[in-house]
């Protein structure tokens, strides 16, 4: 299917009715959307298809439809009922059978025992409705029991029964919706002459057997895994899924868990469990208990967002709404680490999020959940764009006054796992490997040619062909050796390197500074070095030897140099962005000395920002270079208890950024980021760390993206 043949997410008048409003949801999507996506992955029936924010089950509708396997995870109870009461599997049961069953046994049951029950949701509906209500419940879970059925599809019959119960609440209880979608208004209402709570029960319970026919009309062997459960810790195996459509909640701060408020209560009367369920939702407009920091990983436009609002003038912009947003997108970001987890290789995922605002600021979120997608190391794009005419900000007539006529995007974004990404955002995760290292040292040629020539002719008088030339030392003398490293110095690194002799080993014992990479060497240390390996040097050695050896430590020179010029690069990208200068500088602790890679301001007795760049080559490697930072940050804050300190770190394997963030997560460490070699990446980081010291320049802070699809 081509692209732009993908219908739009928006429902329909089809979808606001029958099977879709069993329950009023905001923000669900369409049937057709689902539909076109499914043909575009051209996915078979043997196919998984997973939604990780299941809603109102939209997604399990149509798969089902389509006979293709699905899996759903909702965090809210509520909702998940609902879902899985929209199964096919109930049209092979006697669900007619079962509703008379359960009314009958209600008939005959004593409602005085249930109205001795407190009423947890007495502002949503009167005691006697409510004790009904729980009377009718009993009965069902006691008929249910009974049947003899798989466990399975008891579960689906309850389901389908709760669902009518909620239904039944909201028909009998004191129920206006506000504005808000989300938010329900409390009525004082006599409900005197109103129809029988069991009355009602049947009539709706009807209703849905007739909507569940309506909509699989069509045999369905399908039976859909729905479950309770947490986007960002997916009950799932790696690699268990082929393909992902889904919606997350949007950042409009909606209250999800309070739009199914009293189900919730009605299942459990605790308050204290309504509100974990709340702080648990993904983009709830409450603040938990534990704010998570600002990553560099979520992106440049996230973090550009999140910047602009920390310095926004209005009011509760950095001490709530930052907070409320910082939530939301750490939520995000773990889900879709999640979802990379589950996929399969060459798997797929669709992505369908809305654009909103922060007072002036555009809140542009496919393009940021296209971003962490890459900054995880999936090929990310936005797929289809629409422009949205009604949007959960229309509702607000105050938020005009900061942008006139705004207009908000519906994306569908497009993540696939383990292929390449297209060379326009591959510096992202470019962290090379020690053979991509070697092969990017230039100049091996070049130095083995001069120092075969050097060899060849500096040893000329001790060759020895065995079938290649091999150098005679054993009847060199100390002077002969002398001279030649004196003539051509070039010779030192390869005849050191043949004995394992560093620098450091010449410069303890011999007191003496020799650069083996220079051009020349006085005559008096060429004569103290050569006395000095002449002993320990073998017999003879061949040319070719030490050609390979010398090729060895040059290339390790090189590849070392370049690390050097890595953390260079980060200092330099500090100051341009911050337009102040960064330096190294060091600092005293307890008769100890440390020094930071990177420190603002550049001199003076005070630093209020530090930084420790850090490389860090391999995975048994990152337990001491982590035990190093936090020492640094600790005693960084014993001497500037209110400067800020950070760490940028070069770690390629980005499966354990999370666990090495983990290991350093300290009060004392203000923030770590992860950069590779690439410039761009590294100019990323450093924006990033800047943002948060509130060092970054204006001109940087509200730089527009211009790679805006």
Known sequence: M???????????????????????YYAGYSEAVVEDLLSFFEASPSDIILDPWLGSGTTSVVCQKKNINVVGREINPVMAIFSRSKSALLLELDLPKYLNCIISAYLKSDNTIAEKHDNPIGEFINDSDYAGLKMIEKCMLAYVDQLQIEEIKKLFVTDFFYASIFQTLRVCGTFKKGTNPTWIKKLN??????????????????????????????????????????????????????????????????????????ELLFLNSKLSSFNLIRRQTMGAPIIRERIPEQSGEWGITCNTFLNKVAIHNSKAANSYYRKNFLQYFSDAYQSLLEIKRVLRTGGKAAIIVQSSYFKEIEIKLGEIYKEMGQQIGLT???????????????????????????????????????????????????????????????????????????????????????????????DMTAEELANTFFEYPIIIKSVLAAVNVAGRAIKRDLEIDVDTYKADITREKAGILAGYVKPILPAIISIDALLELDRWFYVDKEIRKS??????????????YSNKEFKKRKFTVDHQQFELDAAYPAEGDIINVGVDVKRIEARQDIHKRADEIVNKALKFKAVYPNGLFFAVIYYPIVADHINLRERLTNESIDGIYFATENTLSIDQQAKYLLGKANLLSVEELFKEDSDDT
């Open 2 to 24: 081509r692209v732009d043949s993908i219908r739009s997410a928006k429902r329909g008048p089809a979808e606001r009715k029958g099977l879709h409003n069993w329950h009023p």
């Open 189 to 262: 209402i006599n409900h005197e002459g109103q129809q029988s709570i069991s009355s009602v029960f049947y009539t709706i319970s009807q209703a849905m057997i007739r909507d569940l026919e309506e909509n699989f009309r069509h045999s369905c062997s399908i039976v859909p895994d729905i479950r309770i459960g947490n986007s960002t810790q997916l009950d799932l195996l790696d690699n268990s899924v082929n393909y992902i459509i889904t919606s997350p909640p949007y950042l409009t701060r909606i209250d999800y868990a309070v739009s199914t408020q009293p």
């Open 380 to 474: 990310a794009s936005i797929l289809k764009r629409q422009t949205v005419k009604q949007h959960m900000a229309h509702i607000n007539t105050k938020s005009s006054q900061y942008v006139p006529n705004k207009i908000f995007y519906e994306d569908i974004v497009l993540l696939r796992k383990d292929i390449s990404m297209d060379n326009k955002d591959e510096h992202l995760l470019d962290y090379s490997d020690h053979r991509t290292q070697i092969e990017k040292v230039e100049g091996v040629e070049e130095r083995l040619d001069k120092l075969k020539h050097a060899l060849t002719v500096g040893f000329k008088n001790h060759l020895e062909s065995h079938e290649s030339f091999f150098i005679n030392f054993q």
């Open 563 to 576: 690390k050097g010029n890595w953390e260079k690069t980060i200092v330099d990208a500090l100051s341009k």
